[in-house]
């Protein structure tokens, strides 16, 4: 019997394809990763996709899960061919347990479909990443996502309490349980979070969830250079002060938000902080004085957005800023390699500043916005795509800015993950640990078969 | 190979933004019937990927709605890609059976349905006193004048009261044929010679299509100016009494979206009745379903998504208004429990 047939039998026709054309749609995501499957499956439950992983396993084919395709390490791209598991169409939220404070989701839910559902409930799952409205849950979890409000929030994996997770052979096991917490043995849910499917299939997740804050308000303030926006964060964060977001975006990714939405009118500056203040209503009021103060010896404006409407604008034109980019110049195209380090947070001002001497060295402008609060830095580069020699910049570039962080005592990859885009710096940034996570990855799956080529595993 | 404008295909990032806003990608859930999907289709094509039937499917499933153009935080137009693709297939001769007949019906007959008889039935007895020449030319469609007599008589009812006449011998405005991949070379020369002999500066549209291909693929010789926006700005001539209505609109994409249309025809209904807003409206409204050659390619596709449609209809709506006859069209045969009429039809309802 055919491959095709027994994939077919397992979940139907019309959810198995072979076409060429198909397998090209599958053959990347957001990164310059490319491998092609030989088939994509859409599985529609839990059994179906353990059913595919013990076929899998005993004939030895490699298997990719993937959720939107949105990643930006090609941790969902099939490198060594095989099955794409392409889990969006599990998309059902199986219970809003608001009395528990958790939800229980299929990883194919999109992020923000979820947060438009729970804030009717006067809730919402705090991690927030810039894709906000097309990434899936299951990817965000495989990838230990999180975004904007992690300095206050923290990530995805603060918020897992249990995982259904398909095993290699296709066994089927729950990492954790429903209480908010557990000593019970190892942390097998922490373990999955972050391992971009090379120990299992997530198919099930149950999420904590937190109570929607009743004010928000935003500072913005605008610096002479980003050194100087950097020192400014690091001396608000020492004052004890917690903003639920503090973004950093340098003069060229203002000019790219103000073009992509004319409504903004963030002022031109060498570079701006937006914080977010979320809690009740007078406790955002005294938090914005206070990063006034503290912010007033270094800044050369501050302002407040005016109303909710002008802080949705801006949050939403900030979460595709990373795209927008492309914008700025027709012939430019933005490439996602570099882009996601992070650093202590002390060491912002040196990062930002070495990162300003990369740029001046490889002749390419790097575009510099993040998460400043949390130390991660994406850093936005956009070259010609038809340009060989521009390429050949952008790598190197891009190679030294990773160097860079890891000789910071950061990480290549503070939210995006690792995907084959970053598997070379794994050996530099976690040392002997590599070899544990290889222990790991061999005795969960010892015919390598999930998402091979992966993590430096 | 085929010669690919690689540099549009490659504006595409894949960050994947238009799968949050892609009403075919919803539906189906492949990858390749989504926006980025058929860039990448784009993309394989110029790589030398064999085109077969999905790849034509995956082209020609997209509505061209624009959601994904709209929301392109890169600044990629995916609709130009997918057009253009289709129009070096079709110089191929790579197309499917329903592009083969739609061309064959419209070169045949000048109109999209392929009928033979007269475009201006609907005139009745009239046809005797349209004038020869006038400032405005009303520019019916091959829909209106053959399926929507009704609309198109009290749009012409309406006109009259201005200096407006008609082609002596429209065809059509070519719409189906571009957006399909063909030439409508032939179409639009034609219709810009009777729009001279008229001496018309000014061309009123009432079909979505009609309008943006009059703008984008016509030479700006005229003005054009959808019907909508024609009496919105002329509604204090045409003493119009209140109705005891509440009506909801429906934005065509091609009129909305595309032109940016979005004011003038709710100025006129609320001029004359109450309006209430679909749960997607103006710029968000999604689209019934019909553009872009799916209604006639891919019915079944084209039926369900105009049933999504049809769930943003509100509650308590006497009216659905709609300012295409193509949306008209798909509302209707989608099972609209509301009535579905030209929003020129409503205006007549409030003449004194």
Not at chain 1, 54 to 70: L, M
Not at chain 1, 106 to 123: C, R, T, W, Y
Not at chain 1, 237 to 258: K, M, Y
């Amino acid at each position: 019997m055919e491959l095709i047939t027994n994939l077919q039998e397992i979940v139907g026709i019309d959810s198995v394809s072979a076409s060429p054309m198909e397998l090209y749609c599958y053959s990347s995501d957001a990164s310059q990763i490319r491998g092609t499957p030989d088939y994509v499956v859409r599985p529609q439950d839990s059994e179906q996709v353990s059913k595919i992983l013990k076929f899998a396993n005993e004939h030895e084919i490699p298997v990719t899960a993937r959720g939107a395709g949105t990643g930006l390490a090609g941790g969902a791209v099939a490198l060594e061919g095989g099955i794409v598991l392409d889990l969006s169409g599990m998309d059902r939220i199986l219970d809003i347990d608001i009395n528990n404070l958790q939800v229980a989701v299929e990883p194919g839910v999109v992020h923000s479909k979820l947060n438009e559902v729970l804030k009717a409930e006067g809730f919402f799952f705090p991690p927030d990443p810039g894709s906000s409205a097309m990434c899936t849950l299951g990817g965000l979890i495989a990838n230990n996502g999180s975004g904007m409000r992690s300095v206050k929030y923290g990530t995805t994996r603060s918020y897992v309490l249990d995982l259904e997770v398909v095993l290699a052979d296709g066994s089927v096991i729950h990492t954790g349980s429903k209480t908010l917490k557990s000593s019970a043995g190892y942390d097998l849910t922490r373990l999955m979070v972050g391992s971009e499917g090379t120990l299992g299939v997530i198919t099930k997740a149950i999420l904590k969830i937190h109570p929607l804050p009743k004010a928000r308000t935003v500072v913005l303030a605008s610096f002479e250079t980003p050194e100087l926006a950097g020192e400014a964060v690091v001396k608000t964060l020492s004052e004890g002060v917690i903003p639920s977001a503090c973004e950093i975006l340098d003069r060229t990714t203002v000019e790219v938000l103000n073009s992509y939405d004319p409504n903004i009118a963030i002022p031109d500056a060498g570079a701006t902080i937006l914080f977010e203040f979320d809690g009740t209503k007078s406790s955002v009021v005294e938090e914005a004085e206070i990063v006034e103060a503290v912010c007033k010896p270094f800044a050369s404006g501050i302002r407040v957005a005016a109303d909710r409407k002008e802080m949705e604008e801006i949050w939403s034109a900030r979460r595709l800023v990373g795209a927008a980019i492309s914008r700025i110049n027709p012939n430019k195209t933005r490439v996602y390699v570099g882009e996601d380090v992070g650093v202590p947070i002390k060491e912002i001002p040196r990062m930002l500043k070495l990162v300003q001497s990369i740029s001046d060295e490889f002749d390419l402008p790097i575009m510099t916005y993040g998460h400043v609060g949390d130390g991660n830095l994406h850093t936005g580069m956009c070259i010609d795509m038809l340009d060989n020699e521009q390429w050949e910049r952008l790598n190197l570039a891009a190679d030294k800015i990773h160097k860079t962080a890891i000789m910071l005592d950061g990480t290549v990859s503070a939210e995006h993950g690792i995907g084959s885009a970053r598997c070379e710096y794994m050996r530099l940034e976690r040392g002997d640990a590599l070899d544990v996570m290889i222990l790991i990855k061999r005795a969960l799956d010892p015919k390598g078969i999930l998402n091979p080529g992966k993590l430096g595993v | 190979m085929l010669d690919v404008d690689l540099r549009s295909v490659l504006k595409c990032v894949r960050c994947g933004a238009c799968r949050s806003v892609c009403p075919v990608l919803e539906e189906v859930g492949w990858e390749s019937a989504g926006a980025r999907g058929r860039m990448l289709v784009a993309h394989g094509i110029s790589q030398g990927l064999d085109v077969d039937d999905d790849v034509l499917e995956s082209l020609n499933t997209c509505m061209t709605c624009g959601m994904c153009k709209q929301m392109c935080p890169a600044g990629a137009n995916p609709i130009n890609v997918i057009e253009n693709i289709r129009h070096r297939l079709v110089m191929k001769g790579d197309m499917t059976e329903a592009q083969k007949k739609l061309h064959k019906r419209i070169t045949e007959t000048g109109n999209s349905l392929g009928e033979e008889s007269g475009r201006r039935e609907w005139l009745g007895e009239c046809t005797g006193s349209i004038k020869e020449t006038a400032e405005y030319v009303y520019f019916v469609g091959c829909l209106g004048a053959y399926r929507y007599p009704e609309s198109v008589i009290a749009t012409f009812d309406v006109l009259s009261h201005f200096d407006v006449t008609l082609l002596p011998d429209e065809v059509c405005c070519g719409s189906p044929l571009i957006r399909t991949g063909f030439d409508a070379d032939k179409m639009i020369a034609h219709n810009v010679e009777q729009i001279r002999m008229v001496g018309a500066h000014t061309i009123i549209t009432s079909c979505a299509g009609c309008h943006n291909t009059l703008i984008q693929s016509y030479p700006d010789e005229f003005k054009v100016v959808h019907v909508s926006e024609f009496l919105a700005e002329h509604l204090s001539e045409l003493e119009l009494k209140r109705l005891d209505l509440t009506v909801t609109y429906h934005d065509a994409c091609h009129l909305g979206r595309c032109r940016g249309v979005f004011d003038a025809p709710r100025k006129v209904i609320t001029a004359v009745c109450d309006l209430k807003e679909m749960k997607t409206n103006r710029e968000d409204a999604r689209c019934c379903g019909g553009g872009g050659g799916v209604r006639t390619g891919y019915p079944e596709l084209s039926l369900a998504l105009v049933k999504k449609r049809l769930m943003d209809v509100p509650d308590g709506v006497d009216y659905l208004i709609t300012s295409c006859p193509l949306c008209t069209k798909n509302l209707i045969e989608g099972g609209s429990d509301t009535d579905v009429i030209d929003l020129v039809e409503l205006v007549r309802l409030a003449m004194k």
